[in-house]
């Protein structure tokens, strides 16, 4: 089975700290993808990676930043945490070639 | 990439069959159909996929008429388990999966 695990399933931060968000998987799989999930919003695309040191924008990037050193590692950083991005994250993975993505537990993040 | 629209939420009762309707009038010819199931507290898990016609597996059926601006997932029998947000979503199968993720559709299965 694969497997997308993520750092912290809950995180408490407060307002202009440096946050990374970790998440890992173990199907070697080409591309990884970081969503934010707010209430009546859905899942939003913040940024994906089809290979190692590649990155792509999604729909809402401002604010973030993300690394992928390494095929199955891809890190959400938040340069300087502000309220507004309280927020469930989740990553996830997929094969290259295919749309189903396999996604990880999430984590719950306050900004206080 | 293809928008969709879908309700926002749908009551059921158990033993009942589910259909849930995703309009996606601008589906591109290479866009897949994909639907995701999400519990709470948890992360999206894929349930089908398809291109046109019918698609079956063991959870779901997936129906795509002729000119492919809609589908339905069919849930047979639902249970209260089944409660959760269904999310259809259109996207380039060659494109690696870029996808994105509308409201989606809160079923709510009542006993």
């Known amino acids: 089975d694969v497997k997308v695990t993520q750092s912290s399933r809950y995180l408490v931060k407060r307002t202009g700290e440096k946050v990374f968000l970790e998440c890992v998987q173990d199907m070697d799989h080409e591309n990884m993808f970081w969503y934010r999930q707010d209430p009546g919003l859905g899942l939003r695309l913040i940024y994906f990676?089809?290979?190692?040191?590649?990155?792509e924008k999604g729909d809402i990037p401002e604010g973030y930043s993300v690394s992928r050193e390494k095929k199955e590692r891809f890190s959400l950083i938040l340069e300087s945490a502000s309220t507004n991005q309280t927020s469930m994250y989740l990553c996830a993975s997929s094969p290259i070639l295919d749309n189903e993505q396999f996604f990880g537990p999430g984590t719950r993040l306050t900004v206080l | 990439l293809a928008k969709t629209t879908q309700p926002i939420s749908m009551d059921s009762y158990e033993g009942q069959e589910v259909n849930i309707t995703c309009s996606h009038n601008n589906i591109a010819t290479n866009d897949y159909i994909t639907w995701y199931q999400q519990f709470p507290s948890q992360g999206p898990r894929f349930i089908i996929q398809?291109?046109?016609t019918k698609v079956t597996n063991e959870v779901a059926s997936l129906f795509i008429p002729a000119d492919r601006k809609s589908s339905t997932l069919s849930l047979p029998r639902v249970s209260l388990s089944d409660t959760a947000v269904y999310y259809c979503l259109v996207g380039d199968h060659n494109q690696g999966g870029k996808l994105i993720f509308g409201q989606g559709t809160e079923l709510s299965v009542k006993p």
């Open positions: 990676s089809y290979d190692v040191k590649m990155k």
């Open positions: 398809g291109y046109k």
